[in-house]
């Protein structure tokens, strides 16, 4: 009889640990910490997403100089890889001002805008000269301008609050996406333009060596690309690509 009992009791402990485990998956499987929640990669220390772009092309999930993607991160001058204090042409890592004209020492491809109509007819930046690689590694680089292009013409993007923080949201044909804060941008010492976010891409403007090629959006919408001058501060995104 004692046997039996026991025979009972191990039958009923068991039932009830499977009971338990059964509540413990059903109440993962609804939750945010569900076994089948995508993981994103991580290269360098650094998250990135594949968004479905026909070039392969994976974007970080955060800004440089930032930890998450609602933060800002570094302003930087197109290409210098360390942010500062001002952004203007005084400053400006690749040129001289002459006669009140700035004049390009780097990434120059008309005479008329070198110095002494120095040209080197260089129109995407050096590794050393991009804020990406110099500051996450080889495996990380400033998107050109197509790729720019690229991401916008195959994601939606929409407005979007993110813990608290306003941007936009671009989301690939996979349901994939990546958030972009809004980002303003800083010329001599001031912040300009808190409800605009704009990126510096790595190309530069082959007709007018003074500008680089940017991605920027705002309340109404995103917009492609845009040139802006290089001495100003603004936003880095880091791309890089599959292996």
């Not at 990135?48 to 026909?54: G, K």
């Not at 996450?136 to 813990?163: F, H």
Request: aromatic share 12%.
């Amino acid at each position: 009889m004692n046997r039996a009992l026991k025979m009972m009791a191990a039958i009923m402990l068991m039932m009830a640990f499977a009971a338990g485990c059964n509540k413990l998956e059903d109440s993962n499987s609804s939750g945010n910490n569900s076994s089948d929640s995508i993981v994103t990669p991580i290269v360098n220390a650094h998250d990135y997403v594949d968004l479905d772009l026909p070039s392969g092309t994976l974007w970080a999930t955060c800004n440089v100089g930032a930890d998450t993607p609602e933060e800002v991160g570094d302003y930087y001058a197109w290409g210098e890889i360390e942010p500062k204090d001002s952004y203007d042409w005084e400053s400006y890592k690749y040129g001289d001002v002459v006669n009140q004209r700035f004049e390009m020492t780097k990434y120059c491809t008309d005479s008329c805008w070198g110095l002494h109509g120095f040209v080197d007819g260089l129109t995407v930046l050096e590794s050393a000269d991009d804020a990406a690689t110099a500051n996450w590694g080889l495996d990380w680089r400033m998107p050109t301008k197509e790729e720019w292009e690229e991401i916008y013409q195959n994601t939606s993007c929409t407005l979007a609050v993110q813990n608290g923080v306003k941007g936009r949201l671009l989301t690939g044909c996979n349901g994939n996406s990546i958030f972009l804060p809004f980002t303003g941008f800083r010329l001599d010492g001031e912040f300009i333009g808190p409800s605009l976010g704009i990126y510096w891409s790595s190309s530069l403007h082959a007709g007018f060596s003074e500008r680089g090629w940017s991605f920027h959006y705002d309340m109404d919408g995103c917009h492609v690309c845009g040139t802006y001058e290089r001495s100003r501060g603004q936003i880095v995104r880091a791309v890089r690509v599959k292996k």
